[in-house]
């Protein structure tokens, strides 16, 4: 099996733009920072807004990374619709991100909110690569 590499880097570029509004609207809006410090024992202290920023892009890069293995595996299963992208993201994401905040939220203290907000972001990002990849990278 080919891949077009080229239509998957072009896939990747629209996925990594829409990744990176959707993780402000999701993630960092400024009314998620309430329920960021209703418990705020669990999240990290940084020493400075440097150290913060760091934790931030490489949340980011992180996300942006999870896109590119998503594309490719739509591409080496050879994908051809938006349906099967869209279906295989949302596998992506009941296993992956789904199952671990649901499970973080019956052991740690986190508000319903970033709960609810983590887990609609980890599914935008899923539905923005598989969206692009059927739009871009099919053959």
Excluded at 52 to 71: D, K, N, P, Q, W
Excluded at 109 to 114: K, M, Q, S, V
Aim: proline share 3%; hydrophobic share 55%.
């Amino acid at each position: 099996m080919q891949m077009d590499w080229l239509r998957l880097i072009k896939a990747f570029g629209v996925a990594a733009l829409c990744i990176f509004f959707t993780d402000w609207y999701f993630f960092g809006r400024p009314s998620l920072h309430g329920p960021y410090q209703r418990f705020p024992g669990v999240w990290r202290k940084y020493a400075d807004k440097s150290d913060e920023i760091r934790s931030i892009v490489y949340g980011t890069a992180f996300a942006f990374a999870v896109s590119a293995i998503f594309l490719i595996v739509c591409g080496w299963l050879n994908i051809h619709s938006i349906t099967d992208a869209v279906l295989l993201g949302a596998a992506f994401w009941l296993a992956g991100p789904c199952a671990l905040l649901l499970s973080y939220k019956l052991v740690m203290n986190l508000d319903r909110t970033i709960i609810l907000n983590h887990g609609l972001g980890w599914l935008a990002r899923f539905m923005a690569s598989a969206v692009a990849y059927g739009l871009l990278a099919r053959g």
